[in-house]
């Protein structure tokens, strides 16, 4: 793709999509309102930084480039990959977490954990 801009905002949309699907499967059901305020955290965070680096074309062009096949070493692909690894099971976790009821945290402690 040519146009970095558009690139990036591609890239945010895919990416809070999957982020979405991880931890309402995992929870069986998408009745999870800290999951949503998560999302809603996430999805703001994101756009701010977006239009924050959109305006250095230098700073866009490096963040376009992620993940393992923008690596050139070997080793380097395979790293990124196993560190996605833990990436992912930060989504699911807290969705079997929900389901199988581990744990009981206030939600005024839930909140505040989303933005901090």
Not at 12 to 22: G, H
Not at 32 to 61: E, H, K, M, R, T
Request: proline share 6%; aromatic share 10%.
């Amino acid at each position: 793709m040519r146009n970095a801009k558009v690139k990036i905002w591609l890239q945010v949309v895919v990416t809070s999509v999957l982020i979405a699907l991880a931890p309402f499967p995992s929870a069986g059901t998408i009745d999870c309102w800290q999951a949503w305020v998560y999302l809603g955290v996430s999805a703001a965070s994101s756009v701010l930084l977006v239009l924050f680096i959109s305006s250095d074309p230098v700073l866009l062009a490096n963040r376009t480039r992620a993940g393992p096949t923008a690596e050139k070493r070997a080793i380097h692909k395979i790293i990124v990959l196993c560190a996605g690894l833990p990436a992912i099971a930060a989504f699911v976790v807290p969705g079997l977490d929900r389901r199988f009821g581990w744990s009981n945290v206030p939600a005024w402690l839930s909140t505040l954990g989303n933005f901090s």
